[in-house]
C-alpha cells in the first residue's frame, strides 16, 4: 500500500491536525523536512501538509528513512486494532510476527505455520504494510531494545542478543537509526527521574486506546483464576507465563491512561513476546470507538455503554490453557472449574519460584496432561473423555489455536470432538482466538441479561437479534454480562 494513498489521505491530515489520540497506531506520519516519523496525536506543532507522507507501520515509515520522534514515541503507540480483528492471511501474519515467530524461526516458519509460500506472504504484507516481515520484525526488535535498555541493567550486549539481534554491531546501528540516539544515549536519557524497581524485574506501561473500562476485563481474569497460576495480590493482577526461552511472571494494574506491567523473566529473549501475550490478553489493542459506536445503535445497549463505555474482551495468554479450562467449566460453577484446574496444575504443571508473590506453577502443557488418568477427574465419564480427546488433539498438533490460528477452520475442528457443543467453541474463539465476532448465545449468565433487558431468551432468537451487533458480538457479550451481580464484573478491593 503506497504512502500517499494510505486508506484516506484528507482523513490521515485531520487526525494530525487535530492531533487525535484515536488514530495512534492506524498510522504513522512522516515529514519530509525532518525525516522522522510520529503518532497522530504527537504533542509537537503538526508539519505543513506538503511535507507529510503516511505510513500503515512503523516498519514501514523505517524502512523509507524515517527515525522515531524524540517526543512521541510512535513505536511504543498502542498496535492497530486490524490484527486482532481480521481473520485473513496478513492479520494472522502480524499476529505471528508479534508472538516472535520471525525471530523463533525465520521467514519460512512464518510462512510454514500459514500454510502459504514465503513468497505469498511477502508479496501480501507489502502491499498492504509497506513491509515485509523481516522488516516488521527488524521493528519490534528495535523496540524490545529499547525497553531494555531504558528498563533494566543488563550490559549493552546482552540487551542485543535478548533482543533477537544476531550481533552487537547491527544492534548499534538500528537503534542509531531508527532512534538517532546511540544506546549508551537511550538509557542516560531514560535515567532521568527513573523509579527503583526490584531486581530482574522490568517495568513498563502497556498503551491502550481510551476509554477503557477495566472492571469486567480484570475482573474476570481474577474471578476465574487457577490458584498457583494466577493471583490478585496488592492491586496486582498476577500469573505466570510460559515462553519460548523460558518462563515469566507478570503483574499487572489497570491505571487511568495505561496499563502498569512488571515483568520477570528467566530470558530476557521473551520480552517482546511476553509485553504481546499480555496485550492480546487485555485486548489493550482493540478499538472501543469503532466498537462502541456500533453497539449503540441498539437501544438496549445504548444505556451500557454510556454508563462503562470501552469495555474489552478478556482473552487469554496461551491458547490450549484456556481451551482445556473451557471443559473444565463446563455446567459447573465459577468456583468449581477453578478446583479441577487447580487440581491439574498440582499434578501435572511445572512448579517456579516467585519470590514477591505466592505463584507456584505453570499451567501443564498438552504433551504434560496427554498421560492424565481419567479417573482422577472428579467429573462425570461423557467429560473425563471431551477433556481427554481435547488434550490429546492438541498435543499431536492437530487443531491449531495459536496466534496465527484459522479461526474458522479452529471452529469446525473443535465442533467435531465428542462433548464440545456451541458454548465451548464459542467461548474458545472469544477468549482463546481472539474472534471479536464470537457469541456464546446460550450462556447463561446472557440469557439472564437477556431477560431482564428484554430481548430475546431463547439462543436463536437472540441469535438473530444480535446480528446488527457484528462484527463486535464478543464485546456485546461483555456489556451483557456486566449487567448481572457476579464477581467477574469487579475488581476485589
Known amino acids: 500500500m503506497l504512502e500517499d494513498v494510505y486508506e484516506c489521505r484528507e482523513r490521515c491530515v485531520r487526525a494530525v491536525q487535530s492531533k487525535d489520540a484515536r488514530f495512534d497506531g492506524w498510522f504513522f506520519t512522516a515529514v519530509l523536512t525532518t525525516k522522522i516519523y510520529c503518532r497522530p496525536s504527537c504533542p509537537v506543532v503538526p508539519p505543513k501538509v506538503e511535507n507529510m507522507r503516511f505510513y500503515p507501520s512503523a516498519a514501514a515509515a523505517q524502512q523509507a528513512g524515517f527515525r522515531a520522534c524524540k517526543r512521541c514515541r510512535p513505536d511504543a503507540s498502542p498496535g492497530s486494532p486490524e490484527w486482532n480483528d481480521r481473520a485473513d492471511l496478513v492479520a494472522r501474519a502480524m499476529r505471528l510476527i508479534a508472538d ?3 525471530d523463533r524461526d525465520g521467514v519460512p516458519g512464518l510462512a510454514g505455520q500459514l500454510g502459504y509460500s514465503v513468497r505469498q506472504v511477502q508479496r501480501q504484507l507489502l502491499a498492504e504494510l509497506g513491509a515485509g516481515p523481516l522488516a516488521l520484525a527488524r521493528a519490534q526488535r528495535a523496540q524490545t531494545a529499547r525497553l531494555l535498555i531504558e528498563t533494566s541493567s543488563l550490559q549493552m550486549a546482552d540487551v542485543a542478543f535478548a533482543a533477537g539481534f544476531s550481533s552487537v554491531r547491527t544492534f548499534n546501528e538500528t537503534v542509531q537509526e531508527v532512534f538517532a540516539l546511540s544506546p549508551t544515549e537511550l538509557r542516560r536519557r531514560a535515567r532521568r527521574g527513573t523509579t527503583t524497581v526490584a531486581p530482574g524485574t522490568i517495568s513498563l506501561r502497556l498503551p491502550f486506546r481510551a476509554p477503557l473500562t477495566p472492571d469486567n476485563l480484570f ?4 474471578a476465574t483464576g487457577v490458584p498457583g497460576v494466577e493471583e490478585w495480590r496488592d492491586g496486582h493482577y498476577r500469573r505466570t507465563l510460559r515462553l519460548p526461552h523460558g518462563h515469566g511472571v507478570v ?9 502498569a506491567c512488571q515483568l520477570s523473566l528467566t530470558d530476557q529473549r521473551d520480552l517482546a513476546i511476553a509485553i504481546s501475550r499480555c496485550r492480546r490478553m487485555l485486548d489493550l489493542d482493540a478499538d472501543p470507538i469503532a466498537v462502541d459506536d456500533l453497539l449503540s445503535e441498539d437501544p438496549v445497549l445504548a444505556p451500557l455503554i454510556v454508563k462503562a463505555p470501552g469495555r474489552r474482551v478478556p482473552h487469554t495468554v496461551d491458547g490450549e490453557e484456556f ?3 473451557a471443559v473444565l467449566g463446563q455446567q459447573v460453577s465459577t468456583a468449581a472449574a477453578r478446583t479441577h484446574g487447580h487440581r491439574l496444575v498440582l499434578q501435572h504443571g511445572e512448579p517456579i519460584e516467585d519470590a514477591t508473590g505466592g505463584l507456584t506453577h505453570l499451567f501443564p502443557t498438552m504433551q504434560a496432561l496427554a498421560g492424565l488418568d481419567p479417573e482422577t477427574l472428579a467429573f462425570p465419564k461423557s467429560r473425563r473423555t471431551t477433556l481427554t480427546t481435547l488434550i490429546r488433539t492438541l498435543a499431536d498438533g492437530e487443531i491449531d ?3 496465527g490460528a484459522d479461526w474458522n477452520r479452529a471452529r469446525e475442528q473443535l465442533a467435531a470432538l465428542p462433548g464440545i457443543g456451541p458454548w465451548t467453541v464459542e467461548s474458545i474463539a472469544m477468549r482463546a482466538l481472539g474472534d471479536p465476532d464470537a457469541f456464546v ?5 446472557i440469557r439472564y441479561a437477556a431477560r431482564d433487558l428484554g430481548l430475546p431468551e431463547a439462543p436463536k432468537l437472540l441469535t438473530d437479534h ?3 451487533w457484528r462484527p463486535w458480538r ?7 454480562w456486566a449487567t448481572g451481580d457476579h464477581a467477574i464484573n469487579k475488581i476485589p478491593e
Open 100 to 102: 516472535g515467530v520471525v
Open 219 to 222: 475482573g474476570h481474569l481474577i
Open 251 to 259: 503483574a499487572l494494574r489497570p491505571m487511568p491512561d495505561h496499563i
Open 323 to 325: 481451551a482445556v479450562r
Open 401 to 403: 489455536l495459536g496466534a
Open 441 to 445: 448465545a446460550s450462556d447463561l449468565g
Open 466 to 468: 444480535a446480528r446488527a
Open 474 to 480: 464478543a464485546y456485546a457479550v461483555q456489556y451483557l
